[in-house]
């Protein structure tokens, strides 16, 4: 028989959550101010106070000391598009006039497999600069943008969910599918890519406005093939886009209705933004396990609008937290977390921080039917993990010094804190990313 693999050790203050906080309370938490994080072979072996555990490591074991920082799982970016990086920061449009002024021209270089996979690698980088450790992720249109951001994922070991775009209509000629362009390179990259290391394949209809109804029946037939696939589109985003989608499907009763007259509804299908919707929406999207994802800052950005998230949670639907960059204005999912924060102000609601933290690392993990993997560090889980420095910067340095409970020092993160917060980023235990270092691996 083999010998177990090494033992690695991690000491610093652990969070996690086993929970959804906005239900359980602090039950739905374990916080340990002077923990340790055991890891073996890439997945959490233990976890909890740091005196017993240190006392039952193996002699030798390494123990990296973080102390005076916060561990916590990686987060999870439900929603956000790679091919989209440089035009973040584009100025001035609502949705459907930025799509054609900035975000077609920008995807249009991708057919260009050099230039796609010097995205992919910048793009990466960022996530794990920024503490994100698992990503479902829009690519393009064309087949070679999605194998150069698998392949870079695949070289960091990072947990991806992507799929090549779907669209046959409504937009320019170069970004649309042709014939049966769309199912052959779905199905080609399907048995490439899903399932293979950390990754899966997420089929991908750009949002039902750019797939005629025979796309869109292509879309609900290969869920329905492949059923361990995700399914990843929008809806709801905009008044002006769903206007649109009223008059091209005139015999939807709404625009989720759409989705599910074409069998894309269910389990491990996630639509992001779900802003203009209404209960009978919510009913079915909580009853068909549907997930959406939270995008704040690309609605305020973009002025689209403000997500409901107590009548998503009242619905019971999953809900995770997306930066939706490029129309997202960060990376971060701190960033994220303090607009999502202000988004729930307007709506007359409160995001209490820990129910902030759980939406970015748990709750995200559920949106994607991964918390049996990822998002928490249960025994087994994988090891992926953020180190939050409260000494980052002088302002939050100085703000945490009069924070007196976890939620005040949580809170503090998610308004002041950004990727300078982010001391160190682990993939499956090892450090990929190091502030002020270069991470570990190679464009």
Not at 93 to 103: A, D
């Amino acid at each position: 028989m083999n010998p177990p693999a090494p033992l690695a050790a991690f000491r610093g203050a652990l969070l996690h959550f086993v929970d959804d906080p906005a239900s359980a309370g602090p039950r739905g938490y374990e916080h340990h101010v002077d923990g340790v994080l055991v890891v073996r072979d890439g997945r959490v072996a233990e976890c909890g106070p740091a005196e017993p555990l240190l006392a039952r490591l193996p002699a030798g074991t390494t123990v990296t000391d973080y102390r005076g920082k916060l561990i916590l799982p990686g987060f999870v970016d439900t929603h956000v598009h790679y091919a989209q990086t440089d035009v973040i920061a584009s100025h001035g449009e609502q949705l459907l006039t930025w799509l054609e002024r900035y975000v077609f021209p920008a995807e249009a270089r991708f057919a260009d497999a050099a230039h796609a996979a010097t995205a992919a690698g910048f793009f990466c980088d960022e996530l794990l600069r920024n503490g994100t450790t698992t990503a479902q992720v829009l690519a393009t249109v064309h087949p070679a943008s999605v194998d150069a951001l698998f392949e870079a994922a695949e070289r960091r070991r990072m947990r991806v969910v992507a799929g090549k775009v779907l669209m046959d209509r409504n937009c320019p000629a170069a970004l649309r599918d042709g014939d049966d362009a769309g199912e052959a390179a779905s199905r080609a990259l399907i048995e490439r890519w899903h399932d293979r290391a950390r990754l899966r394949y997420a089929l991908t209809p750009r949002f039902a406005p750019t797939s005629s109804r025979e796309q869109m029946a292509l879309a609900g037939r290969l869920c329905a093939e492949y059923p361990g696939v995700h399914l990843h589109s929008h809806v709801a985003e905009n008044q002006a886009e769903g206007a649109w989608v009223a008059r091209l499907y005139p015999e939807a009763r709404s625009y989720l209705d759409v989705y599910e007259r074409y069998g894309q509804l269910g389990p491990r299908a996630l639509f992001a933004h779900c802003i203009w919707l209404d209960d009978a929406d919510r009913v079915r999207m909580a009853a068909t396990g549907t997930a959406a994802s939270f995008c704040p800052t690309s609605n305020l950005f973009l002025g689209s609008g403000l997500f409901d998230l107590a009548a998503m949670r009242a619905a019971g639907v999953r809900v995770g937290l997306g930066t939706d960059v490029g129309a997202g204005t960060s990376f971060s999912m701190l960033q994220t977390m303090n607009e999502a924060y202000k988004v729930l102000q307007l709506r007359g609601q409160s995001l209490a921080p820990e129910q902030a933290f759980y939406l970015a690392t748990l709750g995200g993990a559920r949106s994607l039917y991964m918390d049996d993997l990822i998002g928490s560090f249960a025994p087994g889980r994988e090891a992926d993990f953020v180190v939050l420095d409260p000494r980052a910067t002088p302002l939050l340095e100085r703000r945490m010094a009069s924070a007196a409970t976890l939620s005040e020092r949580l809170f503090a993160f998610m308004m002041l804190g950004d990727d300078r917060a982010v001391a160190a980023t682990h993939v499956l235990g090892e450090a990929l990313h190091q502030r002020d270092a270069i991470p570990a691996a190679g464009a």
